[in-house]
């Protein structure tokens, strides 16, 4: 079945630092989602990623969909505090049906001052 | 997100109790979810349903069951709980024809 790793699994910067996670799928995939879950929190959707080599920019945050949609990236130039969280990748296989999506484990980020 | 609802928000069982989660949502959407999410393992689906005559297993479904009552309500029961279903469940819906979800605010159960 399809996979999706999600690399690393901890990461702890000091402010100002930058923060990448990487996300790999076993599977070409149709799309790849991001999502950010604040401590205590719920997942909450920050962007959609469909075409081959796709770059988004989102303010500091910078979203890249590899060439042969099977792996991504999330990129956090210079961190604040307030970007502590997990970060999680979900992606839909080619050939899966609309709206099931496989989640990568996550990236929790700490941010010290 | 506020139309997706989620209740109980906390509850403490012992094993071998029945337990039932539920989930309300007012967005409207036709598909809708049951995550469970334990530390290091990301999100796991339990099941999903995309229409009230819809009801789909995800990846790890021996233990429980859903019930879709309405397009809006969507709801997950454990028979019997036992220990290492004590992990933190979320809800999530999506509209048709999207693949974007949005998860209520989670429920925290703790099986003892």
């Known amino acids: 079945g399809q996979q999706v790793m999600q690399i690393p699994q901890y990461q702890h910067v000091q402010e100002g630092e930058d923060f990448t996670t990487y996300c790999n799928s076993s599977?070409?995939?149709?799309?790849i989602q991001w999502y950010k879950q604040r401590p205590g929190g719920h997942p909450v959707f920050l962007i959609q990623?469909?075409?081959?080599?796709e770059v988004k920019k989102q303010k500091r945050l910078t979203f890249q969909f590899g060439e042969a949609k099977k792996n991504s990236s999330l990129h956090i130039t210079a961190t604040q505090t307030t970007d502590v969280g997990t970060y999680f990748c979900?992606?839909?296989?080619?050939?899966?049906?609309?709206?099931?999506?496989?989640f990568g484990r996550g990236t929790q980020l700490t941010v010290w001052p | 997100d506020a139309d997706v609802t989620q209740t109980p928000r906390n509850r403490i069982t012992k094993t071998g109790k029945r337990i039932m989660l539920e989930c309300s949502q007012t967005?409207?959407?036709?598909?809708m979810y049951w995550y469970r999410q334990d530390p290091g393992l990301g999100l796991r689906l339990i099941y999903y349903?995309?229409?009230?005559?819809?009801?789909n297993k995800g990846e790890i479904s021996d233990g429980y069951s859903v019930s879709r009552q309405a397009q809006a309500k969507f709801s997950l029961s454990l028979e019997s709980a036992i220990p290492n279903q004590t992990a933190l469940y979320f809800c999530?819906?999506?509209?048709?024809?999207?693949?974007?979800?949005?998860f209520g605010p989670g429920t925290r159960l703790t099986v003892l």
């Open positions: 979900a992606g839909r296989d080619r050939g899966s049906t609309l709206g099931r999506l496989y």
């Open positions: 599977t070409t995939l149709s799309n």
């Open positions: 990623l469909v075409k081959s080599g």
């Open positions: 967005k409207g959407h036709d598909r």
């Open positions: 349903s995309f229409d009230v005559k819809d009801i």
């Open positions: 999530a819906t999506t509209a048709g024809g999207t693949d974007t979800q949005y």
